[in-house]
């Protein structure tokens, strides 16, 4: 079965950078687009970035240029490196792919804060 696995959460200050990695297993990794998520308390969901089979990006308005999505088709593996953080990134982060159905990891918890 399909697991998504996150690493990388943790609380940092304002200004400074985290790395977020997804471990994914039971699927085709190299055919399948790759996305991250967060939720903030109290908020919906959002797509934060996606990286597709070939390669190509996209991003949140909110973290153009602060936010690199990146896929290692060789491990299984998504990365998400994180710059420039401010407050209003924390969030719960959460891997996604759709295969069949929607499928989920963990979620690993970011906090912004001085």
């Known amino acids: 079965q399909v697991q998504l696995v996150e690493s990388g959460g943790g609380l940092v200050q304002p200004g400074g950078s985290l790395r977020l990695s997804c471990s994914a297993s039971?699927?085709?990794?190299?055919?399948?687009?790759m996305d991250w998520y967060r939720q903030a308390p109290g908020e919906q969901r959002e797509l934060v970035a996606s990286?597709?089979?070939?390669?190509?990006?996209k991003y949140a308005d909110s973290v153009k240029g602060r936010f690199t999505i990146s896929r290692d088709n060789d491990n299984n593996t998504v990365a998400l490196q994180m710059n420039n953080l401010k407050p209003e990134d924390t969030a719960v982060y959460y891997c996604?792919?759709?295969?069949?159905?929607?499928?989920w990891g963990q979620g690993t918890q970011v906090t912004v804060s001085s």
């Open positions: 996604h792919v759709m295969r069949d159905n929607e499928h």
């Open positions: 039971g699927f085709i990794f190299k055919y399948r687009t």
């Open positions: 990286v597709t089979p070939h390669g190509i990006k």
